[in-house]
C-alpha cells in the first residue's frame, strides 16, 4: 500500500538524492576549507552560518507552507538549492570563503522550507494507518542517505577535482526538482488559506497541549545528544587510539536504524504513542550508561547498535504523535517551529559537549547524560499515565 502511492515513492526518491547530495557537499566543503583555515573551531563557525539563517527564517516559513500549496513551495526550494553548489565555483576559483558562506545559507534557507512542508504533507499523501510506518521508512532513508553519502563523498573528494563533485550536485539537484513536478498534494481548503495565519499561534497550541510538550520534551533531550555524537565518536577513538573505531561506530549505529526501522511498525503499531515515546527515553539511558565504558570497545559498540535501533523507534513514533496531533492547516507552523529547536539545541551541544568533555572526560559526560535523560522519561512517562496522555496512529487529527 505503502510503496503503491506514488507521491510517498517519488518524495523518498528524492530524499535519496538530496541526502547524498548533501552530505557529498559537507565532505567537499570541509576539502575546501581544509587550505584555507587551519583552525578546527573557526571551521565549525562557519558551517553554522547557514544554520543560524535557517533558525531565522522558520517563523516565515512555516507561515508559508500552511498558507500555500506544499508543492509548489517544494518545487520553489528545490530550484533555489541548485544555486547552492553554484556559488562554490567562484569559491574554488578566488579561495573565496565568502562564496562559500552564500552557499551554505542558501543551502540552509532552502531546507528551512523543503523539509517542514515534506514532513507535513505525509498526512496529506497517506492514510493514517501507513503513518508509523512511512515515517519509520523515511528515517531509513535519511540514514541510508547520510551512510552512502559519506561514503560517495570520501571517495569522489579523493578521485575527483571539486569542481566537476559540485557540478555533479547541481545536477543532482536538478533532477529533484523535475521529480518534484510529478507530485500529488492534495491542497488545503480555500477556507483556512483564507484565515490569518500567525507562527505565534503555535506556540499557543503547545502551551495547550500536553502531548505536544511532551513530545517536545523528549526528543530535545535526544537532540542536544546528538548535536555532540561526532565529538564523542572522535573522542572514543582516541581513548582507544583506533582511528577505525569511527567507522565501526557509524556502521553500527546505521545498522541499528535500519534493523530497527524494519521492526518499527510491526511492535509498536496500534499502543499509544505518546508513552511509548517517553519510554524509549529508559533504553537511550541504557546505551548511554553503555558508553561510559569508553575503554571497552565491545561495549560502546553494542551501545550504538542499541542507541540506533532505539533511534528508529523514537523519532518516528514522535513525529506520528505529531501529525496525528495537530490540524493539517497548523502543521506547518509546528514542523518549522520544531525544526527551529532542532537547530537551535544543535547550536548549543556543539559548544556544551566540547567543554562538558574538556571537565568531565567523555566516561563523567557520559553517566551525566544517561542520567538526565533516565530522570527525564521517569517525569514525562509518569505525566502521560498521571493525565492519560493517549495519542494513536489510527486517531484524528485535533481540532485547533
Known amino acids: 500500500m505503502l510503496w503503491r502511492n506514488r507521491t510517498f515513492l517519488l518524495l523518498m526518491i528524492g530524499e535519496v538524492i538530496t541526502g547524498s547530495g548533501l552530505w557529498i557537499s559537507?565532505?567537499?566543503?570541509?576539502?575546501?576549507?581544509?587550505?584555507?583555515?587551519?583552525?578546527?573551531?573557526l571551521k565549525g563557525l562557519i558551517l553554522m552560518s547557514g544554520l543560524v539563517v535557517s533558525i531565522l527564517l522558520a517563523p516565515k516559513?512555516?507561515?508559508?507552507?500552511?498558507?500555500?500549496?506544499k508543492r509548489r513551495i517544494m518545487l520553489v526550494s528545490s530550484l533555489v538549492r541548485c544555486l547552492s553548489p553554484i556559488c562554490m565555483f567562484p569559491?574554488?576559483?578566488?579561495?573565496?570563503?565568502?562564496?562559500?558562506?552564500?552557499?551554505?545559507?542558501?543551502?540552509?534557507a532552502s531546507a528551512a522550507f523543503y523539509f517542514p512542508t515534506l514532513q507535513a504533507s505525509l498526512p496529506a499523501i497517506l492514510p493514517s494507518s501507513e503513518l508509523l510506518k512511512a515515517n519509520s521508512v523515511y528515517l531509513n532513508i535519511s540514514t541510508l542517505s547520510r551512510i552512502g553519502g559519506t561514503a560517495i563523498g570520501g571517495v569522489l573528494v579523493a578521485s575527483m577535482d571539486l569542481r566537476m563533485l559540485y557540478a555533479l550536485s547541481v545536477v543532482a539537484y536538478i533532477i529533484v526538482t523535475l521529480l518534484t513536478l510529478l507530485l500529488r498534494i492534495p491542497p488545503i481548503a480555500s477556507h483556512k488559506q483564507q484565515e490569518k495565519v500567525e507562527f505565534r499561534e503555535v506556540l499557543?497550541?503547545?502551551?495547550?497541549?500536553?502531548?505536544?510538550?511532551?513530545?517536545?520534551?523528549?526528543?530535545?533531550?535526544i537532540t542536544l545528544f546528538l548535536g555532540g555524537i561526532n565529538l564523542l565518536v572522535l573522542n572514543f577513538s582516541e581513548i582507544q587510539q583506533a582511528p577505525?573505531?569511527?567507522?565501526?561506530?557509524?556502521?553500527?549505529?546505521?545498522?541499528?536504524?535500519?534493523?530497527?526501522?524494519?521492526?518499527?511498525?510491526?511492535?509498536?503499531g496500534g499502543r499509544n504513542l505518546i508513552v511509548v515515546s517517553a519510554a524509549l527515553?529508559?533504553?537511550?539511558?541504557?546505551?548511554?550508561?553503555?558508553?561510559?565504558?569508553?575503554?571497552?570497545?565491545?561495549?560502546?559498540?553494542?551501545?550504538?547498535?542499541?542507541?540506533?535501533?532505539t533511534v528508529a523507534f523514537f523519532f518516528p513514533v514522535t513525529t506520528t504523535v505529531f501529525q496525528r496531533r495537530l490540524e493539517e492547516h497548523q502543521q506547518g507552523r509546528f514542523f518549522s517551529f520544531?525544526?527551529?529547536?532542532?537547530?537551535?539545541?544543535?547550536?548549543?551541544?556543539?559548544g556544551t559537549t566540547g567543554v562538558c568533555l574538556d571537565l568531565m572526560g567523555i566516561s563523567g559526560y557520559m553517566l551525566v547524560i544517561a542520567t538526565a535523560t533516565l530522570l527525564t522519561g521517569m517525569v514525562t512517562l509518569s505525566y502521560s499515565i498521571k493525565n492519560k496522555l493517549d495519542v494513536r496512529e489510527t486517531d484524528k487529527p485535533a481540532a485547533a
Do not use: C
Not at 559537507?26 to 573551531?41: E, G, T
Not at 516559513?61 to 500549496?69: H, K, L, T
Not at 569559491?91 to 540552509?108: P, T
Not at 520544531?338 to 556543539?350: E, K, P, Q, S, T
Open 26 to 41: 559537507i565532505i567537499a566543503n570541509l576539502q575546501f576549507m581544509q587550505h584555507l583555515i587551519p583552525s578546527d573551531a
Open 61 to 69: 516559513a512555516g507561515v508559508v507552507i500552511d498558507r500555500s500549496d
Open 91 to 108: 569559491a574554488i576559483a578566488h579561495d573565496s570563503l565568502g562564496w562559500m558562506v552564500v552557499s551554505l545559507i542558501i543551502m540552509q
Open 204 to 221: 499557543t497550541i503547545t502551551k495547550k497541549d500536553p502531548v505536544l510538550l511532551v513530545g517536545l520534551v523528549n526528543m530535545g533531550l
Open 244 to 268: 577505525e573505531m569511527m567507522g565501526w561506530i557509524y556502521g553500527v549505529e546505521g545498522t541499528g536504524i535500519l534493523v530497527g526501522g524494519l521492526l518499527a511498525k510491526r511492535w509498536i
Open 281 to 309: 527515553l529508559f533504553s537511550f539511558a541504557l546505551a548511554q550508561y553503555g558508553m561510559s565504558f569508553a575503554e571497552n570497545r565491545i561495549m560502546v559498540l553494542a551501545s550504538f547498535a542499541l542507541f540506533g535501533m
Open 338 to 350: 520544531r525544526n527551529m529547536l532542532d537547530r537551535g539545541v544543535f547550536l548549543i551541544a556543539l
